[in-house]
């Protein structure tokens, strides 16, 4: 019998609270009706996974696939409209899904290196960009994506929860980062479909492309939004590079040139991102925000 992994039931509890714990009592007949819908055998889940269940699986004719559950929410279900869109075009391709339910069956991707596990950061600077490129369109005409601007009340959800301050978080990197998101939103370049979360784990390596992006948050913005996650990742690990900040700053000029994009939005964005994500993790897990906050403090001088 297939069972989701403690950590993760753990998550799922305290990111959606009664409805995560009632979707966890009904993950024996979700993955059961599954794999008779698709004509699946599932196999144990991946390892490190975080807000939702994933697991490989076959089908009659050996087929390799994989199969992704999680609580029904806009958010998955941004994610499968924006698989949708992108076609296989830089990304993994969606072969079915269920938005009600909250299944998708996608693509095997092969070996499914992450992009985390590249030494050479160059070239998965490089790489990443790569996929940005094959990405970015701009948005169909009839679509349910949403924009950046939502995802900045994020902030309002922060001061409204600590009386108008900023709890845990350093008042002056919060002040900043909400003067910057502001101003960035204003004078944003023609918008188009983003990933939203593209940081080195959500990138894979297949063998359809030699690399592709999983995950996608399915949100529209301009381009150079885009790069605020890869500049923040891999976290914890990045805080260990030595004169990070260095490393950032080569990282902002790489991306820069390859994307021909302004420098300074791309690290405004990735300081602005770096706060917000810090308080995401708080909102859900009341901990975990540290390592966000210490790379907003990095970019803060990029």
Known sequence: MTVIPAGLARTISEVHGEAGREWLRRFPSLIHDCEQRWSLKIALPFPQLSYNFVAPAQQPDGTEVVVKLGVPHPELTREIDALRFYAG????????????????????????????????????????????????????????????????????????????????????????????????????????????????????????????????????????????????????????????????????????????????????WGFAQAVLSAWWSFEDHASGWEPAIACADVLAHL
Request: charged share 20%; proline share 7%.
């Open 89 to 268: 075009q830089g990304a993994v391709r969606l072969l079915d899904a269920d938005s009600a339910q909250g299944m998708l069956l996608l693509e095997h991707l092969q070996p499914g290196t992450l992009l985390s596990l590249l030494t050479d950061d160059e070239e998965a600077t490089s790489i990443a960009a790569s996929v940005m490129r094959q990405m970015w369109r701009p948005a169909p005409a009839v679509h349910h994506f949403i924009p950046v601007s939502d995802w900045a009340a994020g902030f309002h959800r922060l001061r409204q929860q600590f009386g108008g301050t900023t709890g845990p978080l350093p008042s002056n990197l919060v002040e900043q980062a909400e003067a910057i998101f502001a101003d960035l939103l204003d004078s944003s370049a023609d918008p188009v479909v983003l990933h939203g979360d593209l940081h080195h784990d959500n990138i894979l390596a297949g063998q359809r492309q030699r690399w592709l992006a999983i995950a996608p948050k399915g949100v529209i913005g301009e381009p150079a939004y885009e790069v605020g996650a890869l500049l923040r990742n891999p976290i914890p690990q990045l805080l260990e590079i030595p004169n990070l900040e260095r490393a950032l700053a080569r990282r902002a000029d790489q991306l820069a040139q390859e994307l021909e994009l302004n420098r300074e939005r791309i690290v405004g």
